[in-house]
């Protein structure tokens, strides 16, 4: 029976628990340097300490998914990644030490011993774990994997067989599909096969097709991988014996490599097995966690907004008298349509105005239409010397307050704190196959694109291009990077128009 590898969160609970052990034992060797033991243990300043760290590391590592590939780091990127991880950690002690109002506690002399003993202590552990984990598993590897190719890719194989082990399994033979013309000359060519720095003693070639079922009864063999070159037909009958036998198989699917999805998974949809292809790839661990996130920005964006409408409100009004609130149809995940809400930053005749200045600026056509100084902006006059005034309305675009009403759309589902900016419907109608891949996720209010250069770029497809590589390579850290970039984008007005 094939007893499947573990994956996501139960697969690093040990390198969880002893980063958070690390953690608590910074805090309370800071702790000791000033207080004694029996200070320590009446003290509600130390355990609330105690009890937020502990929350603030664990949802620092969820987030980071600190762990991804933990055995295979080297020790520079572990430290790296540490830091990082480090860094998150003391602003999460600043702000939780901010909410729970710990006046009693000097953050700076909190963080300056803790920080550090922290970074030593988890970098060390981590490397001591990591090489017990590796000794532990060469030890007890016992599964004994034998390798099926036809003997030209034979070596190939092989090769990227071991190369990315990681001690997982024991190789114990290879054999030919199809039927072997030059032993010898076969067995010379896996003598060679390189692990790293190192050569690795050749795999014997115990079988072909032919011999390769009565091979399987005499010997000792867990799991066969079947390599099946693109375009070669699969040998179903034999792998349907092997599986007969309780030998589990893994088929290479070679033939998928020419597609150029980054993500691809084997999956059940409807009851038949199939490769699923996506620009971008979320577990529904951390869907769950970004509609979290985006629930409370959500809920924080909107009362914030309610405040701003007592501000603006009267402003936008007297300057342009109608409607405070501005929606428009916008196209959202995978060409769902919704109403998208903002402040009221220009006048009431701005889409009746939009396409005769699309023609006079050479905008006709355009997928992405930007004006520099936009008549239609609420305010916006051309003085006599050829300079422009700007009004309420363009000081709202310039601090990004239009945006605000969006966080309503956030609370929706429609959007989400950081995604991809929505298409008008009449650009969405122009895109091209390519251009649709932006819109591939749910768009946000904030983005790689707007931290990027906001209003300076110009060029759609290197719009197009930053938002396909923030599906491509979304993470929960990186909307938290986005969301850090973006105030300060918005404090600097950097990019604006």
């Known amino acids: 029976m094939y007893k499947r590898k573990t994956s996501g969160w139960s697969q690093h609970t040990d390198f969880m628990a002893l980063d958070i052990l690390c953690l608590e034992l910074s805090l309370l060797c800071d702790f000791l340097l000033n207080s004694s033991w029996n200070e320590i243990l009446h003290s ?21 998914n ?3 590939a933990v055995i295979r780091r080297d020790s520079y990127k572990e430290l790296r990644s540490l830091l990082s991880q480090a860094m998150y950690v003391t602003i999460g002690l600043i702000v939780y030490s901010a909410l729970v109002h710990a006046n009693g506690i000097d953050l700076l002399q909190l963080l300056l011993p803790t920080i550090p003993v922290y970074v030593l202590l988890c970098f060390s552990m981590r490397i001591l774990w990591k090489e017990h984990l590796r000794q532990r598993l060469h030890l007890k590897n016992h599964t004994g994997m034998l390798v099926a190719a036809q003997a030209e890719r034979l070596k190939d194989v092989i090769t990227k067989l071991v190369n990315h082990n ?8 290879a054999a030919v599909l199809g039927s072997i013309s030059d032993p010898q000359e076969l067995e010379a060519s896996l003598a060679h096969i390189q692990q790293g720095d190192k050569e690795i003693a ?7 097709s032919d011999t390769l079922i009565q091979y399987l009864i005499n010997s000792w063999v867990d799991e066969v991988y079947v390599d099946i070159p693109a375009g070669q037909p699969m040998p179903v009958d034999l792998i349907n014996k092997i599986m007969d036998m309780g030998i589990t198989v893994h088929v290479a699917m070679n033939e998928m490599d020419e597609i150029e999805a980054r993500h691809k998974n084997v999956e059940w949809v409807c009851g038949q097995v199939a490769l699923t292809t996506s620009l971008g790839y979320v577990s529904q661990r951390d869907l769950m966690l970004k509609r979290l996130m985006d629930i409370a920005g959500g809920l924080a964006g909107s009362l914030f907004t309610l405040l701003l409408t007592v501000i603006l409100g009267p402003m936008i009004y007297a300057a342009s008298p109608g409607p405070i609130f501005f929606s428009q ?16 930053s220009m006048y009431l005749d701005a889409e009746e105005r939009k396409k005769a200045l699309a023609e ?13 100084h936009d008549p239609r902006i609420i305010g916006q006059v051309q003085r006599p010397d050829g300079t422009w005034k700007k009004g309420i309305g363009g000081w709202i675009r310039d601090l990004s307050l239009d945006e605000f009403p969006q966080f309503f759309n956030v609370l929706k589902g429609d959007m989400s704190l950081v995604g ?29 694109w707007q931290v990027s250069g906001r209003s300076k770029i110009r060029d759609f497809n290197q719009v197009v291009r930053l938002d396909r590589e923030y599906i491509e390579n979304w993470s929960l850290l990186l909307d938290f990077r986005i969301l850090i970039r973006t105030v300060l984008v918005v404090v600097t007005r950097k990019g604006a128009m």
């Open 44 to 64: 509600s300043i130390f355990w609330s300490m105690v009890i937020g760290s502990f929350f603030i590391d664990l949802l620092i590592m969820v987030i980071m």
């Open 66 to 68: 600190a762990y991804n």
């Open 166 to 173: 990681y001690d997982n399994y024991q190789f114990v033979g």
């Open 202 to 208: 050749a795999l014997p070639v115990v079988a072909d």
């Open 329 to 344: 149809t916008r196209i959202g995940e995978n060409g769902r349509k919704f109403k998208m809400y903002k402040f009221r």
């Open 360 to 372: 006079s600026t050479g905008q006709s056509g355009e997928l992405m239409f930007k004006l520099e």
């Open 420 to 448: 991809t900016r929505p298409p008008t419907q009449d650009e969405w109608e122009q895109y091209e196959p390519y251009h649709r891949g932006r819109m591939s996720t749910k768009p946000g209010i904030t983005g790689l």
